[in-house]
């Protein structure tokens, strides 16, 4: 049994004023119109914690939580940026067979992947990082250089023989840096009926091996893409894939240096034979450069937390609400920039509604940012790896208990 932590609303307290020191006083400042109410109407949004609560789990969690707290729950909801998650969130509203086969993971071995087939509407929603993910490698094994998207080319080509023509593609999470040659490569010698070839990694950006861009964009005309992308991160530069998301994924200051020489020399050849430029699209960087490879290939990239968000009418359910609670693993400065939990927070306030992102760690900086934006953040951690932190799903419903209780003046 995983031990918890114990309930505890002066802890909290605590861990919110070391995590923002101007929670207390600002609070004061904030109209009485934005109070919470003595019973109030709370807006659920679970979101899923990397790599310790699925994104249902931690919907109920906040559930459970805002209930004790003795508020009521207008709606239960689960988003999504397109990173982890993206597959059980997106089956809420839109239910569909699950496909359960063989694939590739990101080092080549046989792993079995989902994704939903939805054979009335041809429609298929697939989540990269059931084949391509962080979390199916673990920590010793990952090797940034090594690592391939070829999987989520083969989960692509099962749901293309299944019939589907819309796809709705989730991109975060990769344990990938290869500019989505892996996953072009793979699929072009599918589609094609080539002999299955070695997977194609970071190491081959340099030296690209023979693409056929122009016959694949053929092969595939008539398909509806969508790619759902968690950051919206060109390919190259300072912002770009390999500076920013390849260190936290193992790579070492060379790796970086090698990866962006390499991914200018892999858009070269993939724009010279597409005739357009898509290195810096926004979303062209997400999951190592995935984004990138399926814009080639005629895909639309989305800000997946808005796009994901416009198909929940989240708008309208913040009109039968008085707050939000949602959470996240880790608050940073990442979370501005594309992800999920911030949009939905952001998107109350500004609706006059207040917000809370719990989550199991935070930056200082970005949780004084979130504060000044009106945006409370609450912790249930100490300072560890959110991977190993035991006890999530309890420490998600204290505190959204804590929130409920403590800004609607609920004696606890």
């Known amino acids: 049994m995983l031990p918890v932590y114990p309930f505890d609303h002066g802890r909290i307290h605590s861990t919110i004023s070391t995590v923002a020191p101007q929670t207390h006083?600002?609070?004061?400042?904030?109209?009485?119109?934005?109070?919470?109410?003595?019973?109030?109407?709370?807006?659920?949004?679970?979101?899923?914690?990397?790599?310790?609560?699925?994104?249902?789990?931690?919907?109920?969690?906040?559930?459970?939580?805002?209930?004790?707290?003795?508020?009521?729950?207008?709606?239960?909801l689960c988003t999504t940026d397109g990173g982890d998650g993206f597959l059980d969130a997106f089956s809420d509203i839109h239910p569909g067979r699950r496909i359960r086969f063989l694939c590739a993971d990101p080092l080549g071995q046989p792993v079995f992947a989902?994704?939903?087939?939805?054979?009335?509407?041809?429609?298929?929603?697939?989540?990269?990082?059931?084949?391509?993910?962080?979390?199916?490698?673990?920590?010793?094994?990952?090797?940034?250089?090594?690592?391939?998207?070829?999987?989520?080319?083969?989960?692509?080509?099962?749901?293309?023989?299944?019939?589907?023509?819309?796809?709705?593609?989730?991109?975060?999470?990769?344990?990938?840096?290869?500019?989505?040659?892996?996953?072009?490569?793979?699929?072009?010698?599918?589609?094609?009926?080539?002999?299955?070839?070695r997977d194609h990694t970071a190491v081959d950006l340099s030296r690209p091996p023979k693409l056929m861009l122009p016959q694949m964009r053929e092969r595939l005309r008539g398909l509806n893409i969508v790619v759902y992308c968690d950051v919206a991160n060109p390919l190259l530069g300072r912002e770009g894939t390999a500076t920013v998301f390849a260190p936290q994924k193992g790579a070492k200051a060379g790796d970086v240096v090698q990866l962006e020489q390499g991914m200018a020399q892999w858009a070269d050849e993939v724009e010279r034979q597409g005739n357009e430029s898509l290195r810096d699209q926004p979303g062209a960087g997400a999951a190592g450069g995935v984004g990138f490879a399926l814009a080639a290939l005629g895909a639309r990239l989305k800000n997946?937390?808005?796009?994901?968000?416009?198909?929940?009418?989240?708008?309208?359910?913040?009109?039968?609400?008085?707050?939000?609670?949602?959470?996240?693993?880790?608050f940073d400065q990442t979370s501005f920039h594309g992800k999920a939990?911030?949009?939905?927070?952001?998107?109350?306030v500004d609706a006059g509604r207040r917000a809370v992102i719990a989550c199991a760690l935070a930056d200082p900086s970005a949780a004084e940012r979130a504060l000044d934006e009106g945006i409370r953040i609450i912790t249930f951690a100490e300072p560890t790896d959110p991977a190993q932190i035991p006890g999530a799903?309890?420490?998600?419903?204290?505190?959204?208990?804590?929130?409920?209780?403590?800004?609607?003046?609920?004696a606890s």
């Open 25 to 76: 006083q600002a609070s004061s400042s904030i109209p009485i119109a934005l109070r919470l109410p003595p019973r109030p109407r709370v807006l659920v949004v679970g979101h899923a914690l990397k790599e310790t609560l699925d994104v249902k789990l931690a919907r109920s969690s906040l559930q459970l939580g805002t209930e004790i707290g003795g508020g009521t729950v207008t709606a239960g």
């Open 114 to 197: 989902e994704f939903i087939n939805h054979e009335s509407s041809r429609t298929a929603i697939i989540e990269l990082a059931r084949s391509t993910g962080m979390k199916l490698v673990p920590p010793e094994r990952r090797d940034i250089m090594r690592s391939s998207s070829a999987g989520l080319g083969e989960v692509i080509f099962h749901a293309l023989v299944l019939g589907a023509r819309d796809l709705h593609i989730g991109l975060g999470g990769s344990a990938t840096c290869d500019g989505g040659i892996g996953m072009m490569m793979r699929l072009q010698q599918l589609v094609f009926g080539a002999r299955r070839d």
């Open 304 to 330: 997946g937390a808005e796009a994901y968000c416009k198909l929940l009418k989240l708008d309208e359910h913040l009109g039968r609400c008085d707050g939000v609670v949602t959470c996240e693993g880790k």
């Open 341 to 348: 939990p911030y949009y939905v927070a952001k998107s109350a």
């Open 393 to 410: 799903f309890v420490g998600l419903h204290q505190a959204a208990t804590a929130f409920v209780r403590n800004h609607a003046g609920i």
